[in-house]
């Protein structure tokens, strides 16, 4: 058989078109059978969600007092008192916002708050809440609302600055109180997930407000008001915010991310619901490890979203031999998105290291520059890591063929996650 070009012109594509239609079947089936898998896992562990968190504790840093919270029930009950004592304004944006218990209880407070004159504005994502009953989202007339739509203009021609999904989750209150973190709106975070996020009172509150601010005034709908652009009050750099814009392709918390990592000389702690690195981020952390840094990673031992776990795992045999150490947290979903570099710089924000988040998703990340802010995310850090186990490098190098065949097929997706 002769290899002509007449041949290769009808032969070919043919071939490589089976070809991509084979492989995408066998990603579709590892995918199936691994959340198969994953939901009989689920049923078996139901009862099993149990994990340790700590009291709110709240740090001065340049006149900003600032309170971490690792619970959700304890967060929602604070988060709704600040908007019970609002006077003038509430700026509400959540990724997730259930129409549960606890989603009832805000819709209950925003609706409260708008009829005893406050201005109530409130930014929702609708892919995210496409199995929340379109009811619920049917607020007092006086509540400005955002639905940032599902179907944007981007995605016939896959343009990034038009594709990402609102990931953020923001409430400022009278432009005095601030919340940020990882905790979505609903019944299921309040006390089944291990998550972390901010309550932040005085200047930096305006950190939060302006990543709200611009946000509604570039996506709101015609017939809502524009908010008044406010510049700083005060300024100080120990507290700042990272905002991801993909609509001016703007991804600050991946640079943030890394100036933090080239930097460290001691210790990178971090804590990720998804952690799927790009190859710059992987390699940053392996050359911190390699010149002697305390590189160390917790993530769940099974999250929500099994199919990235296995795309994960492709990354635990570099890791680990480049000498990151790995927890895998049991019991719980941990769904918290945080970082503490040598005891004088954390992150707290709604960014998970993926894809998705680095360059695709709206996103805010807080900076934080305060040796004593970093010893607390140190010791949340310990906290988790005793309700985690190691996974060593014997016991990865032990997997079974199957599993390892199962990663490979799963691999490719990491541009969608």
Known sequence: MRLTPAFVRRHVPRALGWSLAGGAALQVAAAAGVIAVDELRKRRDASETRFPSSEPRTIDIAGTSVTSYTRGATLYDDMIEAIDSATELVLLESFIFKGDEVGRRFKDALERASRRGVSVYLIYDAFA????????????????????????????????????????????????IGFVGGYNIGDTYATKWRDTHLRIVGPAVWELEDAFVDFWNEYRPRREPALDDRGAREWDSRIEAARNAPSRLLFPVRGLYLGAMERAHDRIWITQAYFIPDGEILGTLIKAARRGVDVRLIVPE??????????????????????????????????????????????????????????????????????????????????????????????????????????????????LL
Not at 129 to 154: E, S
Not at 304 to 329: P, S
């Open 302 to 415: 099974y999250s929500n979203h099994v199919v990235a776990d296995w795309v994960a795992r492709g990354y635990f045999q570099k890791l680990l031999e480049g000498g990151v150490r790995i927890w895998l947290y049991r019991n719980a979903m941990v769904h918290a998105k945080t970082a503490t570099v040598d005891g004088r710089w954390s992150t707290v924000g709604t960014a998970n290291i993926d894809r998705l988040s680095m360059v695709g998703n709206y996103e805010v990340n807080l900076a934080i520059y305060s040796d004593e802010m970093a010893s607390h995310m140190e010791e949340i850090f310990a906290m988790d890591e005793g309700n985690s186990r190691e996974l060593t490098r014997e016991e990865w190098a032990s997997r079974g063929v199957f599993v390892r065949v199962v990663e490979a097929i799963l691999a490719p997706l990491y541009p």
């Open 129 to 176: 809440n496409l199995v929340v009953d379109p009811a619920f989202f049917r607020f007092d007339h006086r509540i400005h609302v955002l639905r940032f739509p599902v179907l944007r203009r981007g995605l016939l021609h896959f343009d990034l600055r038009h594709l990402g999904r609102d990931h953020r989750k923001i409430l400022v209150v009278d432009s005095r």
